[in-house]
């Protein structure tokens, strides 16, 4: 299974309360405006078309926290066990 991670140092210290928030409202009204774009052109919400746009949002708030996004990153799977 592949999931983003975001990683890095948050050092609070450095940002402004106010400043986080407001890029994080510019973040996700460009979310919003992308998937009203992509499914005005795609005629669909499907995932496959809703995921460049949610992976953008991410990446932005990673970088606004000083933060790496890392897309497809695979994470380890428990062993299955028998019944």
Do not use: C
């Not at 009204?29 to 992308?34: K, P, V």
Request: aromatic fraction near 6%; proline fraction near 8%.
């Amino acid at each position: 299974m592949h999931s983003p991670r975001i990683t890095g140092n948050l050092r609070p210290e450095e940002h402004d309360d106010n400043n986080k928030r407001t890029m994080s409202q510019l973040l996700i009204q460009q979310y919003l405006n992308q998937l009203e774009t992509l499914k005005r052109v795609s005629g669909t919400n499907r995932e496959s078309v809703v995921r460049e746009a949610f992976k953008n949002l991410l990446k932005g708030w990673a970088r606004s926290h000083d933060l790496y996004f890392v897309p497809d990153t695979r994470l380890p799977r428990p062993p299955k066990s028998d019944p």
